[in-house]
T-cell receptor
Framework: GQNIDQPTEMTATEGAIVQINCTYQ??????LFWYQQHAGEAPTFLSY??LDGLEEKGRFSSFLSRSKGYSYLLLKELQMKDSASYLC??????????WGAGTKLIIKP | GAVVSQHPSWVICKSGTSVKIECRSL??????MFWYRQFPKQSLMLMAT?????????EQGVEKDKFLINHASLTLSTLTVTSAHPEDSSFYIC????????????FGQGTRLTVV
């Protein structure tokens, strides 16, 4: 079967750095996405990785290793507004998104 | 950037009635739109894939006669929840893939449906 695993919840301190991991097992691979979702709102696109390596975009970076079926989202200089759920999703061979359950990130002052 | 507009943002309806939700791509053409349902504290569940001009492809377990999807143009897809029941209460979200687009970055704002 297809499976996306990510931690259920993480806590970090304002101004710090946090890494959210995602491992996947899917039928084929056509890219990995990270989304941010605040409570009661739709997801917002953060990043897209299709090749191995690190993609940096401001305070957020995303890493992919296809051979290991592994990705992480790195958030630097954490702000209170970063408190949200972070969803990892993989596009499989049928070009469908397989979604992880999301990681709830709690930022403390 | 590309914008997807979903309407309404929230709706309350009586059990047994039907509700229509619209998803529009405002500044790009979307050959494919996706409809998701999300229950509290759970991830997104794909309900159906909608391709312009053809019938929607429904995921296993999703009743196509209950959740009617129409994608009549490259900028509009609609989801109609027919004969709604309280268990249909959920957060419904659409997303759109642009023609020739590789990323799926464009989500509507979501619709909170409450059936009473």
């Amino acid at each position: 079967g297809q499976n996306i695993d990510q931690p259920t919840e993480m806590t970090a301190t304002e101004g710090a750095i946090v890494q959210i991991n995602c491992t996947y097992q899917t039928s084929g691979f056509n890219g990995l996405f990270w989304y941010q979702q605040h409570a009661g709102e739709a997801p917002t696109f953060l990043s897209y990785n299709v090749l191995d390596g690190l993609e940096e975009k401001g305070r957020f970076s995303s890493f992919l290793s296809r051979s290991k079926g592994y990705s992480y989202l790195l958030l630097k200089e954490l702000q209170m507004k970063d408190s949200a759920s972070y969803l990892c999703a993989v596009r499989d061979s049928n070009y469908q998104l397989i979604w992880g359950a999301g990681t709830k990130l709690i930022i403390k002052p | 950037g590309a914008v997807v507009s979903q309407h309404p943002s929230w709706v309350i309806c009586k059990s047994g009635t039907s509700v229509k939700i619209e998803c529009r791509s405002l500044d790009f053409q979307a050959t494919t739109m996706f409809w998701y349902r999300q229950f509290p504290k759970q991830s997104l569940m794909l309900m159906a894939t909608s391709n312009e001009g053809s019938k929607a492809t429904y995921e296993q377990g999703v009743e196509k006669d209950k959740f009617l999807i129409n994608h009549a143009s490259l900028t509009l897809s609609t989801l109609t929840v027919t004969s709604a029941h309280p268990e249909d209460s959920s957060f419904y979200i659409c997303s759109a893939r642009s023609t020739g687009g590789e990323t799926e970055a464009f989500f509507g704002q979501g619709t909170r449906l409450t059936v009473v």
